[in-house]
């Protein structure tokens, strides 16, 4: 027998007020558009819906909603003090050597001057070595390409962080 009823962390994100789903949401993802996007779509009868939801206002954001998406962002083996999801997000850099965390630094500032911004990329469940080499390889694409590769990584980060703001109860 299967259940109808709405997982108790979905019913929970459902049911805030709208400055609190709000400040909920940009905790997720830092874009404006996407934030406001789902608090439209609210309810959701599903968590396959929000996620569908957050996919479809993913594909909507305009060049500057995805850079204020990625504002939100640090870099990679850097994460802000205090930050607990970029923190659990970036962990595979957390064992990194030195050598490691110093090639990093150095990716990270030269794929921010090819592209204007910070390298995106989903690192959960990535070891700090996947990460140097997806930064690498991606630091040869040409501008189009790359937005489009971080709108996908972004969606991917959406979905981490809305599973985990669901599981909460």
């Known amino acids: ?6 997982p108790p962390g979905l019913a ?3 049911g805030l007020g709208e400055r609190a789903a709000h400040a909920a949401l940009h905790e997720v993802c830092a874009s404006t558009a996407w ?11 599903t968590v ?5 939801a957050s996919d479809a206002a993913v594909a909507e954001l305009t060049p500057a909603d995805l850079a204020e998406a990625m504002a939100g962002h ?5 994460p802000e003090p205090g930050d607990p999801a970029a923190a659990r997000e970036q962990r595979g850099m957390a064992g990194a050597s030195a ?13 921010r001057e090819k592209f204007g911004h910070v390298f995106l990329i989903c690192a959960t469940g990535r070891t700090g070595e996947q990460m140097r ?3 690498r390889e991606r630091t ?6 790359e937005r489009e590769i971080v709108r996908t990584e972004l969606g991917g980060i959406n979905r981490v962080r809305l599973a985990r703001l669901v599981e909460e109860d």
Do not use: C, F, K
């Open 140 to 145: 040869g694409n040409p501008p189009e390409r």
């Open 35 to 45: 934030v406001e996007r789902l608090l439209a779509a609210r309810p959701w009868a």
């Open 48 to 52: 396959e819906g929000l996620y569908a």
């Open 12 to 14: 929970r994100l459902n």
């Open 99 to 111: 050598e490691l965390r110093g090639e990093m630094l150095e990716l990270n500032r030269a794929y």
């Open 133 to 135: 080499d997806a930064v």
């Open 74 to 78: 640090p870099p990679i083996g850097r």
């Open 1 to 6: 027998m299967t259940s109808t009823s709405t």
